[in-house]
């Protein structure tokens, strides 16, 4: 999925695009069985799974920064019970502090990198009735952004909802263009860290809504979630 959606060749283009070209191939094995109605559900079931796991790394990750300064408090011999205590609300707090930048930056992103692509498919399947392995060359090639703009192409009445995501992630951008220190600043003030948390909620809410709408009736919208 990191070739698929997220990789850019620096150098050796030519055999990139061989690679990248093999891995759709592969999606595309069984369309000899189904000429006329294939559709990738396997590529769409992939990209979901890739989002959902991105989701329960974070989670796994935070709970082993967690358990691991758990361990060095019980361990330090130079703590007293108050120390310790001390230390771990402090913890507590840089633990929430991470917690708060990192999903932020998980439902725009990421996001929008996973959902981007699903959509362009969903929204060449309902234009086309197929989705074809040339599209999904197509696909891959561009940035998360470009396959926003490629939602709005295929189906014009997306407009709105694209042009209103894409406001949103260009606000995020200039949210984070900082680096992780100003934005862990940011939501070091709790006013602040709720407004960012209400526009990312907003941002993954709009996302749905486009997925929802751009996929009614679509075969393949299916596979999303059966």
């Known amino acids: ?36 109605d294939f559709l990738p559900f396997m590529l769409v079931n992939d990209i979901i799974r890739y989002w959902r796991v991105i989701l329960l790394n974070h989670e796994s990750r ?31 707090a840089e633990l929430l502090l991470e917690r708060r930048v990192s999903s932020y930056k998980l439902r725009f992103s990421r996001c929008l990198t996973c959902f981007a692509s699903i959509g362009t498919m969903l929204a060449a399947t309902t234009r086309d009735e197929h989705f074809s392995q040339a599209s999904a060359m197509d696909m891959t090639s561009k940035s998360p952004l470009e396959r926003l703009e490629k939602i709005k192409e295929l189906d014009s009445a997306s407009s ?34 709720r407004a960012l948390s209400d526009a990312g909620s907003r941002f993954a809410e709009g996302i749905f809504k486009l997925i929802s709408t751009v996929g009614e009736g679509n075969a393949l919208f299916r596979y999303c979630v059966v």
């Open 1 to 36: 999925m990191l070739l698929l959606l997220e990789s850019r060749p620096v150098l050796g283009a030519s055999a990139y695009d061989e690679l990248r070209e093999r891995v759709i191939n592969r999606y595309w094995e069984m369309a000899t069985l189904h000429r006329n």
């Open 160 to 193: 709105e909802s694209v042009d209103r995501l894409l406001e949103q992630y260009g606000d995020f951008l200039k949210t984070s263009q900082g680096g992780k220190d100003d934005l862990r600043k940011s939501f070091q003030d709790d006013a602040r860290a």
């Open 62 to 92: 935070l709970e082993q920064k967690r358990l691991e300064a758990e361990r060095k408090l019980a361990c330090d011999p130079r703590l007293d019970e108050r120390a310790r205590e001390a230390a771990r609300e402090q913890y507590k």
